[in-house]
């Protein structure tokens, strides 16, 4: 059996983490660490958290405390290098998990000898699972082939975006630095961009082994600003780590985050197409805008339609030369 490193962030989350805390305390899988890290929220978490395991003798729980607050990808990244397991599992304090959910997952990961295994998800409210679950997915149980496994991560589907409810190799995070970005939110689609250019070997288990609170209160809504500065930023790093494996699909990628609202995400989605062509209408419509002619937001109109015809059409696009 594979030792199984369950890593919950936590900050200000009095309110749902015992519910969470709760559901790991009654997994039918035995061989797990249960790494808790307190970003130091303002509310009593970790009260709760110390009760929990106090009152349990859970002496498979530890809690690492932050000296100062450091956003998720911070508190996740602690639980990585702390982990000590063959396996790590990111689990946020606001969701929780089935009974047998690592049974599930670590059976696979045994089966299979896989890198990462993948869970499906139960969402709350229910009306989200026609949309995000893998339940009408009738392919394979097994993926080794890393074309196939990169072409799924880069479409979403049938492996989600989130980090949460992946069952994942320390030793191959460690080894091809998939730490987390700090510093942003939406740190899951980052990740997954890079994490899809290193994974061999995936198993999927269709059974849901997650329940997914929506927070329409959560972090990334409460921040519009820093979303879009986090987006700008992740949107140049994609289109600055462009590889020649399943280019189309990355390229995709880069355009499904950019917002077409702001010229500054238009620039930046120009930079992945090095053809002179294509830079000589950026400078043409870039000199309109300068001169009057076009708004902004008629300039960034006019640069969605074309690069979606350069994309769709692939007209004046010389993929080889990127």
């Given at each position: 059996?594979?030792?199984?490193?369950?890593?919950?962030?936590?900050?200000n989350v009095a309110a749902t983490v015992e519910r969470?805390?709760?559901?790991?305390?009654?997994?039918?899988?035995?061989?797990?660490?249960?790494?808790?890290?307190?970003?130091?929220?303002?509310?009593?978490?970790?009260?709760?958290?110390?009760?929990?395991?106090?009152?349990?003798?859970?002496?498979?729980?530890?809690?690492?405390?932050?000296?100062?607050?450091?956003?998720?990808?911070?508190?996740?990244?602690?639980?990585?290098?702390?982990?000590?397991?063959?396996?790590?599992?990111?689990?946020?304090?606001?969701?929780?998990?089935?009974?047998?959910?690592?049974?599930?997952?670590?059976?696979?990961?045994?089966?299979?000898?896989?890198e990462m295994v993948q869970g499906n998800f139960q969402y709350v409210p229910a009306k989200w699972n026609d949309v995000y679950t893998m339940d009408a997915f009738d392919g394979p149980e097994f993926w080794n082939d890393n074309v196939e496994i990169k072409k799924a991560m880069l479409a979403r589907w049938p492996f989600p975006v989130m980090a949460t409810n992946k069952l994942i190799s320390r030793n191959f995070m460690v080894q091809n630095d998939l730490f987390f970005k700090e510093g942003i939110i939406h740190e899951d689609a980052?990740?997954?961009?890079?994490?899809?250019?290193?994974?061999?070997?995936?198993?999927?288990?269709?059974?849901?082994?997650?329940?997914?609170?929506?927070?329409?209160?959560?972090?990334?809504?409460?921040?519009?600003?820093?979303?879009?500065?986090?987006?700008?930023?992740?949107?140049?790093?994609?289109?600055?780590?462009?590889?020649?494996?399943?280019?189309?699909?990355?390229?995709?990628?880069?355009?499904?985050?950019?917002d077409y609202s702001d010229v500054e995400f238009v620039k930046i989605a120009f930079s992945m197409y090095k053809n002179p062509n294509v830079i000589k209408v950026l400078n043409v419509l870039e000199g309109l805008h300068r001169n009057g002619l076009f708004t902004e937001k008629m300039l960034a109109m006019t640069v969605n339609l074309y690069i979606r015809f350069l994309f769709f059409v692939k007209a004046d696009v010389n993929y080889k030369s990127i």
């Open positions: 059996m594979h030792l199984i490193s369950v890593i919950i962030p936590f900050y969470c805390l709760l559901s790991v305390f009654n997994q039918t899988y035995t061989q797990l660490e249960i790494i808790l890290v307190d970003d130091r929220g303002q509310d009593n978490s970790a009260e709760i958290i110390h009760t929990f395991i106090e009152k349990h003798n859970w002496t498979q729980a530890r809690v690492i405390v932050h000296p100062e607050n450091k956003g998720l990808s911070g508190a996740r990244n602690t639980g990585v290098r702390e982990a000590k397991g063959d396996y790590v599992y990111f689990l946020d304090s606001d969701d929780e998990i089935i009974p047998e959910t690592f049974e599930l997952l670590g059976n696979l990961a045994l089966k299979y000898q896989a980052y990740w997954n961009f890079f994490l899809a250019k290193k994974l061999r070997s995936v198993a999927l288990c269709k059974a849901a082994t997650y329940v997914y609170y929506q927070n329409f209160e959560g972090i990334t809504i409460a921040n519009k600003d820093k979303s879009r500065h986090s987006m700008k930023l992740i949107v140049q790093d994609f289109a600055h780590n462009l590889d020649k494996v399943c280019l189309e699909e990355q390229k995709r990628t880069v355009l499904y985050y950019v």
